[in-house]
């Protein structure tokens, strides 16, 4: 059975602050990795990460894939309130038609 | 602009009762899937259909079933409302085939209470 995992589930910071979001997976026949962001309504997308060990970046938000090991971060630098959300981590895998498998989900709150 | 739409946004149901959340998407997509989603449990698969009148259970299937009569609609009815049903739940749709790289394309959720 595939198995995504992130951590921590709830994290509180200041406004400002650096936060790394983990997530590890158990996947048969793994295709790709993706971050969603959700705040109060659907969750939209932010990365897909195919390859190891090449960072993907947009603004302050960055994400690396470790094919070896089975875990991506996804790192968030000069925190903001509006970065205050639940982070999605999604495996995508190859088993019949497609699917995605999703995490637990990190709640991420920014304190002012 | 495409996009997947949910009935309901807010939804309180009696236990007992008979409950039908609807899910319409307007981009031609060929597969759809019901999630709800708990705290510490994150998404979770309840049922999805690749195509029109096919449908296939996902990891919590007990409790619900599922309709797709027409390719934009599919709809997740709670034959007998539980208390612990009470949930968020989330729509979602994609091509049919390979996920695309941006992966699904989300409703904006129903949060339903069972009182």
């Known amino acids: 059975e595939d198995k995504v995992v992130q951590s921590p589930l709830s994290l509180v910071v200041h406004e400002g602050d650096t936060v790394t979001l983990n997530c590890s997976y158990e996947v048969t026949n793994f295709r790709s990795l993706l971050w969603y962001k959700q705040e109060k309504k659907a969750p939209t997308f932010l990365f897909m990460l195919t390859s190891s060990g090449i960072e993907k970046k947009s603004g302050r938000l960055s994400s690396i894939l470790d094919k070896k090991e089975l875990f991506s971060i996804l790192n968030i630098t000069a925190t903001q309130t509006g970065d205050s959300a639940i982070y999605l981590c999604a495996v995508r895998s190859n088993f019949g038609n497609e699917k995605l498998t999703f995490g637990t989900g990190t709640r991420l709150t920014i304190i002012p | 602009d495409v996009k997947v739409t949910q009935s309901s946004r807010y939804l309180v149901k009696r236990t007992g009762e008979k409950v039908f959340l609807e899910c319409v998407q307007d981009m031609d997509h060929e597969n759809m899937f019901w999630y709800r989603q708990d705290p510490g449990l994150g998404l979770r698969l309840i049922y999805f259909s690749y195509d029109v009148k096919m449908k296939e259970k996902g990891d919590i299937p007990e409790g619900y079933s599922v309709s797709r009569e027409k390719k934009e609609r599919f709809s997740l009815i709670l034959e007998s409302a539980s208390t612990n049903q009470t949930s968020m739940y989330l729509c979602?749709?994609?091509?049919?085939?390979?996920?695309?790289?941006?992966?699904?394309?989300f409703g904006s959720g129903t949060r339903l209470t069972v009182v």
């Open positions: 979602a749709s994609s091509f049919g085939g390979a996920v695309p790289a941006y992966g699904y394309t």
